[in-house]
């Protein structure tokens, strides 16, 4: 009869294991050289201040450069937002609240092409849609969406597919479906794995 197996020991040449948090910061500093497009965010009108603090994080760790905050948006300076975003805010360049066109205005200039994720007759399927090069997604209010306003000044328009007897997800769910498409397509074209 043989001696039962030892099950607390660790076998650190198992791939399966955990990460320790130095070999994270090795993978993701691996992911950033092969990250070549810019991303940035609109966020028009999105209020509730734990959606905002779940978008900053995400965005942190998408590596978005920018977001534009319009129309009512609540600012990540919220103490509820601040809940949810655990200081990434400070990661990601912000700017105050303007009118919607403004901000694709202001996202132009910094080279941007401004996708709107809405369903509209005309939006593309997410994972159809031209994400390539430096982008900004464009994501609207909990209850209204996208403003009219502004799907007249993005450049396109795309939505997130969906199969289920839901007709949408949480906008910070839609955020961090659209940036992780975003990054993907990137990654995908070339071939970083």
């Not at 007897?165 to 990054?183: D, Q, Y």
């Amino acid at each position: 009869m043989s001696a039962p197996m030892n099950t607390t020991k660790t076998n650190t040449a198992n791939p399966r294991r955990q990460l320790k948090p130095t070999d994270v910061k090795r993978l993701n500093r691996t992911w950033r050289r092969n990250t070549e497009g810019r991303l940035a965010l609109i966020l028009e009108s999105v209020t509730g201040p734990f959606n905002i603090g779940s978008v900053f994080r995400t965005a942190a760790a998408f590596g978005v450069e920018t977001i534009w905050l319009a129309g009512n948006a609540t600012p990540p300076t919220n103490p509820k937002a601040q809940k949810t975003a655990l200081g990434t805010e400070r990661l990601v360049e912000w700017h105050e609240p303007v009118p919607v066109t403004d901000a694709v205005r202001a996202a132009r200039q910094e080279g941007y092409r401004v996708v709107a994720v809405e369903l509209t007759g005309d939006a593309a399927p997410l994972h159809q849609a031209a994400l390539d090069g430096d982008v900004c997604l464009v994501l609207g209010s909990e209850d209204h969406g996208v403003s009219p306003a502004c799907l007249e000044a993005a450049d396109a328009v795309a939505y997130i597919p969906q199969v289920g007897r839901v007709g949408s997800v949480n906008v910070a769910v839609a955020a961090a479906i659209a940036m992780a498409e975003a990054r993907r397509r990137e990654w995908a074209s070339m071939g970083a794995s």
